[in-house]
C-alpha cells in the first residue's frame, strides 16, 4: 500500500527566505507526483505535475523534483511572500484509483 | 472561465436525513471523483468515474451513492448509512486517467451533522 509523508509537517519563514519542502513515498511505481496548494476551507490548486519519467518542473518561483527510485520529491520555493502562507500538499498516482495525499506542510510566511 | 464547481459551500445534516452535494465541471475531462477530508487526515477516495453512465467505488464508499448521467455532472448523495459524515468533501476532475490524470478540484462542501 502507497503511503505518502510530507515533512516538516509546518514551517515558519521570514519573507524572502527560499525554502523547501519535502514529500516521501513508498512505492517507486507511480505514474506521477502533484504537488497541490490548499488555502484555509478552499479546494486544491494544482501548482506542478511531473511525470514519472520527469526529474523536475518549474513554475515562476516554484520548483518541483523527482527522484522516483528513492520515493522523493521537493517542492522549493524561492523568495517566499506572505501570499505563499497555505498548506502545501503532495500527491503520487499509481491510476484512477491510487491517488494517495500527503497529510500536508503548513507553511507560514511571516512579513 | 473553466473549472469546477460545487454546492453548496456549507451544508447541515439532520440524523437520518439523505443529503445531496453537487459537482459541475466545464472541462470536458473525463474523468470525476470524490474525496473526503478530515483533519490531520490525508484525501481519501470515496469514488471515482471514468466516464459516463460508469463509476467505482474507492477506499470509503460505504454509505455514499453517486450517478454520472452526464459528462459535465458527478452528484455525491450522503446516505443515513454513513455513521460519520461530518467532513469536508472535494470534487476533482481529470482529462483521462492513467499518467495524464492532473487532477483539478472544486472549492468544496462542508457538511455538518447536526
Known amino acids: 500500500k502507497q503511503e505518502v509523508t510530507q515533512i516538516p509537517a509546518a514551517l515558519s519563514v521570514p519573507e524572502g527566505e527560499n525554502l523547501v519542502l519535502n514529500c516521501s513515498f513508498t512505492?517507486?511505481?507511480?505514474?506521477?507526483l502533484q504537488w497541490f496548494r490548499q488555502d484555509p476551507g478552499k479546494g486544491l490548486t494544482s501548482l506542478l505535475l511531473?511525470?514519472?519519467?520527469?526529474r523536475e518542473q518549474t513554475s515562476g518561483r516554484l520548483n518541483a523534483s523527482l527522484d522516483k527510485s528513492s520515493g522523493r520529491s521537493t517542492l522549493y520555493i524561492a523568495a517566499s511572500q506572505p501570499g505563499d502562507s497555505a498548506t502545501y500538499l503532495c500527491?503520487?498516482?499509481?491510476?484512477?484509483?491510487?491517488?494517495?495525499f500527503g497529510i500536508g506542510t503548513k507553511l507560514q510566511v511571516i512579513p | 472561465d473553466g473549472g469546477i464547481t460545487q454546492s453548496p459551500k456549507y451544508l447541515f445534516r439532520k440524523e437520518g436525513q439523505n443529503v445531496t452535494l453537487s459537482c459541475e465541471q466545464n472541462l470536458n475531462h473525463d474523468a470525476m471523483y470524490w474525496y473526503r477530508q478530515d483533519p490531520g487526515q490525508g484525501l481519501r477516495l470515496i469514488y471515482y468515474?471514468?466516464?459516463?453512465?460508469?463509476?467505482q467505488k474507492g477506499d470509503i464508499a460505504e454509505g455514499y451513492s453517486v450517478s454520472r448521467e452526464k459528462k459535465e455532472s458527478f452528484p455525491l448523495t450522503v446516505t443515513s448509512a454513513q455513521k460519520n459524515p461530518t467532513a469536508f468533501y472535494l470534487c476533482?476532475?481529470?482529462?483521462?486517467?492513467?499518467?495524464?490524470?492532473?487532477?483539478?478540484f472544486g472549492p468544496g462542501t462542508r457538511l455538518t451533522v447536526l
Open positions: 512505492d517507486s511505481a507511480i505514474y506521477n
Open positions: 468515474s471514468q466516464i459516463v453512465n460508469d463509476f
Open positions: 476533482a476532475s481529470s482529462k483521462t486517467g492513467g499518467s495524464n490524470n492532473e487532477q483539478f
Open positions: 511531473i511525470q514519472s519519467s520527469q
Open positions: 500527491a503520487v498516482s499509481g491510476g484512477y484509483q491510487k491517488v494517495t
